[in-house]
T-cell receptor, first 107, second 120 residues
Framework: EIVLTQSPATLSLSPGERATLSCRAS??????LAWYQQKPGQAPRLLIY???NRATGVPARFSGSGSGTDFTLTISSLEPEDFAIYYC?????????FGGGTKVEIK | QVHLQESGPGLVKPSGTLSLTCAVS?????????WTWVRQPPGKGLEWIGE???????NYNESLESRVTISVDESKNEFSLKLSSVTAADTAVYYC?????????????WGQGTLVSISS
């Protein structure tokens, strides 16, 4: 079973700052990694798929990258609406796994 | 634009069976997409439950597989979840969603979610 470990658990930043979120897999990545954003009381929203592709309507300040077992979601300059919880997710064959999430909160 | 809407009882008794339906509009359930269920216990992270294709092929989370059945009804353009022998640990917001057709098959559209509580 693949385990995805996200860090940090909480990231305290101010609007305009750069956010760097990490997702590490217990085994080498398939590169089929996705990132989701979830705001309180809402369903998750797809941000990034296949490691680095932005979903429809996702602003360019969101970017994804990866190498080996480490994957990163970067928000270049935080907007007020970006404060939320972010989950990474990977698919391996017929199995789908989510990371535990990183909360990006206002400092 | 696809819209997914969950429906079903919000309260289920322990040892009973949780049953939810997801109505799909704006897309055909008989398309190439898979359709999936994800749950989220209060204050916790996301857990994948399983998925189904209209052809009847399905995949389940191994930790839940013995208790889960996901089915599809093409005539109604909907799919359903049944989870048996429920306990308080199954209390969660249950989301139905569509799996995209990109290489990594990400979940590209989600329902709003429905809270199901397990309690006597």
């Amino acid at each position: 079973e693949i385990v995805l470990t996200q860090s940090p658990a909480t990231l305290s930043l101010s609007p305009g700052e750069r956010a760097t979120l990490s997702c590490r897999a217990s085994q080498s990545f398939s590169r089929y990694l996705a990132w989701y954003q979830q705001k309180p009381g809402q369903a998750p929203r797809l941000l990034i798929y296949d490691e680095s592709n932005r979903a429809t309507g996702v602003p360019a300040r969101f970017s994804g990258s990866g190498s080996g077992t480490d994957f990163t979601l970067t928000i270049s300059s935080l907007e007020p609406e970006d404060f939320a919880i972010y989950y990474c997710q990977e698919r391996r064959g017929n199995w789908l796994t989510f990371g535990g999430g990183t909360k990006v909160e206002i400092k | 634009q696809v819209h997914l809407q969950e429906s079903g009882p919000g309260l289920v008794k322990p040892s009973g069976t949780l049953s939810l339906t997801c109505a799909v509009s704006g897309a055909s359930i008989s398309s190439s997409n898979w359709w999936t269920w994800v749950r989220q216990p209060p204050g916790k992270g996301l857990e994948w439950i399983g998925e189904i294709h209209y052809t009847g092929s399905s995949n389940y989370n191994e930790s839940l597989e013995s208790r889960v059945t996901i089915s599809v009804d093409e005539s109604k353009n909907e799919f359903s979840l049944k989870l048996s022998s429920v306990t308080a640990a199954d209390t969660a917001v249950y989301y139905c969603a569509r799996v995209g057709v990109q290489m990594g098959l990400p979940i590209d559209s989600w329902g709003q979610g429905t809270l199901v509580s397990i309690s006597s």
